[in-house]
């Protein structure tokens, strides 16, 4: 089974603090994606990665960066946290066909 | 229009009832397409994945793509309760590599 693994289930944030969240996947996968989600909103995607050092803007990239040192891992960083980055964030990696992904388990972040 | 639709519900089924789940996309050469399941303060789930007009069955879970008409559709036999949760239609962005347009998702309640 793939297994994606997101490094904190919750986590409390003051604004302006710097951010790292961090994903991590066992499946050799080549791509990785970060989206947040909020209530009437759905899924919407912040960037992704498709090799090592690669990484493409999503729909809502303003206000985030990230990092992929290596295949298994990928980090979203956000550089100074605003309470309207209070969601769900949610980490998915999957392969270049047949395009399938498989999420993580979710962070949950509140910035107060 | 919006890329990836589907009606918001809820969707309310009795116990061992066909549940009928619909999306429409607007990109004509998309290719592929995924249902994916959320429950409550859960990650999203993949249950179904489907390339090729027609049916695909997966259990008591069959997905149903018509590309002439841009419509996919998921529907669950003998529903359960268990079966209560937020179905998600993703379809792949042709132009994109790997990048995945969700839909806002459909709710589903199965009463017993």
Redesign the interface.
Known sequence: DVKVTQSSRYLVKRTGEKVFLECVQDMDH??M?WYRQDP????R?IY?S?DVKMK?K?DIPEGYSVSREKKERFSLILESASTNQTSMY?CAS?S?S?????????TRLTVT | QKEVEQNSGPLSVPEGAIASLNCTYSDRVSQSFFWYRQYSGKSPELIMSIYSNGDKEDGRFTAQLNKASQYVSLLIRDSQPSDSATYLCAVRKSEAGTALIFGKGTTLSVSS
């Open positions: 080549e791509n994606f009437g909103l759905g899924l995607l992704f498709y493409e999503g949610l999957g270049d047949p395009y399938e992904q498989y999420f993580g388990p979710g």
